[in-house]
């Protein structure tokens, strides 16, 4: 079992910036994939980005040149540096975790982006 855990929601301004960070314990491998996705109420959970174990990384169209994914795998952390923040980022962020066929889940934190 893996456990997340994430930080770093909350509420901010249009054009703000704000940082996720997501700390994974348990039966960690240094080959998983991390990442974020994001779900508002009533839509399906959605991809913001990825990063592998390579330093690969994929990113949504939608915050592509806005936001970063980076990881620290000494900590098993990865990061979500977000910049330029539009009302539609409003969401639940949740951390993703990917290894052996397996997805695990951290708790989601809010993000609020105000007009």
């Known amino acids: 079992q893996v456990q997340l855990v994430e930080s770093g929601g909350g509420l901010v301004q249009a054009g703000g910036s704000l940082r996720l960070s997501c700390a994974a314990s348990?039966?960690?491998?240094?080959?998983?994939?991390m990442g974020w996705y994001r779900q508002v109420p009533g839509k399906q959970r959605e991809l913001v980005a990825t990063i592998n174990s390579g330093g690969f990384t994929t990113y949504a169209i939608a915050v592509r040149g806005r936001f970063t994914v980076s990881r620290d795998g000494a900590k098993n952390t990865v990061y979500l540096q977000m910049n330029s923040l539009k009302p539609e980022d409003t969401a639940v962020y949740y951390c993703n975790y990917q290894v052996l066929r397996r997805d695990y889940w951290g708790q989601g934190t809010q993000v609020t982006v105000s007009s």
């Open positions: 348990g039966s960690t491998f240094s080959f998983a994939t």
